[in-house]
């Protein structure tokens, strides 16, 4: 990007395009957002066309300004090389300048908590009334925000380890819900991920891949009982290589299809996998229990850098501290990494300091949590 086109955040005069806020107002698309959700567990206009009722919305219109997008895409150097406008570092922070290999896949979970860009978008209260109506929610938390930058590689820096000459740089199919939505009670419809593209994304450089209707499957591997062979490796988030990447996905419906009659199969027990291929700007919406997965970035000159958002329902709490059946007791719970940190003791009560109510409707017990203007420069 040239300095002549730079912006600073302060140049920025909306997070959001004009066509996110008239979709705000329209209940007809955010009602066709809602059954697209439903039905398929993800938005995307994969399998249809413009004047399909079923088509995604998210997906035919930008979600960002294109002004944000821009000062976004500024920002993320600076991340990487260690510069928090907060002095804050995030919860996760995968590749290091002059370490990490620099086709690696670089990956940074909660920096809201570090550059209020990032919290200008992930905490803006218009975004939280986008999910609220959506998912039909009185109110909206953050579970965590997540930057993904698949960076390309010119053959011309290609190393010799790099299996035929490409790198790896896969995610692995999964479910969100193995590692946020099962943290939390009630249980059902909790989290919703936004995956906002911040570059075009398509299957050359790595776009996401939804198995379309997986949310449906029966069992939800990740909630049963015990720690059988059949229920192990089915929440990976990283996958080895370009083939192995798929590899829990085969085993997820292999045993959903197993665990139902053969003869009467539902509907969406079907093992078909989708590109979604999403504009630069533009986002997609997937259900906790979608299972999706990416391949690697192919392309020799474009990146693929996205922002993803984890909402969960304001009202969710910890699950239960399971005293009866840890030695010694869990004071702590059975909550997990990232989110166990953040968990009080003895206490089921969600922290707003570590995951903020962005929106609440009228009337509604939990409010806006108070701090959230003062700290976003955008509101």
Not at 38 to 61: A, F, K, P
Not at 232 to 242: A, I, L, Q, V
Not at 339 to 361: H, L
């Amino acid at each position: 990007m040239s300095l002549e086109s730079q912006k600073s955040l302060s140049e920025v005069s909306s997070a959001f395009s004009d066509e996110f806020y008239e979709m705000l107002q329209s209940e007809s698309k955010m009602t066709a957002l809602q059954e697209r959700l439903q039905t398929h567990g993800y938005t995307s206009n994969t399998g249809g066309n413009e004047n399909s009722d079923e088509v995604s919305l998210s997906t035919l219109i930008p979600i960002l300004s294109d002004e944000m997008r821009q000062v976004l895409i500024q920002t993320l150097p600076d991340l990487f090389a260690g510069t928090f406008e907060t002095n804050v570092y995030p919860d996760e922070w995968h590749w290091r300048a002059g370490i990490s290999r620099p086709d690696a896949t670089r990956e940074m979970c909660n920096s809201w908590k570090s550059s209020r860009t990032i919290a200008s978008v992930v905490l803006n209260e218009n975004l939280g009334k986008f999910i609220a109506d959506v998912m039909q929610w009185d109110s909206v938390r953050i579970a965590q925000d997540d930057i993904v930058w698949k960076p390309p590689q010119p053959i011309t820096t290609q190393l010799d380890y790099i299996p035929q000459g490409r790198r790896i740089d896969t995610v692995g199919f999964h479910q969100d819900s193995a590692y946020i939505s099962k943290q939390f009670t009630p249980y059902d419809n909790n989290s919703v991920t936004l995956w906002i593209a911040l570059d075009d994304a398509d299957q050359n450089n790595g776009c996401l891949e939804y198995a379309v209707g997986s949310h449906q499957w029966q069992p939800i591997l990740h909630k049963r009982e015990g720690n059988d062979e059949e229920s192990s490796d089915m929440s990976s988030f990283h996958g080895s290589d370009e083939k192995s990447y798929k590899s829990a996905i085969d085993k997820a419906y292999a045993i959903a299809s197993a665990k139902n009659n053969a003869d009467d199969l539902p509907a969406q027990l079907t093992k078909n996998i989708q590109a979604a291929p999403v504009s630069a700007g533009h986002a997609v919406l997937h259900h906790q229990d979608t299972w999706h997965g990416s391949g690697p970035n192919t392309s020799d000159t474009r990146h693929r850098r996205a922002l993803v958002v984890h909402f969960l329902r304001g009202d969710v709490t910890f699950v239960e501290d399971d005293h009866s059946t840890a030695t010694p007791p869990l004071p702590f719970g059975n909550a997990s990494y990232i989110y166990g940190r953040y968990k009080r003791f003895n206490s089921v009560e969600v922290d707003e300091t570590y995951f903020p109510i962005i929106y609440s409707k009228n009337g509604c017990d939990q409010k806006r949590t108070e701090w959230l203007d003062d700290y976003v420069t955008i509101v």
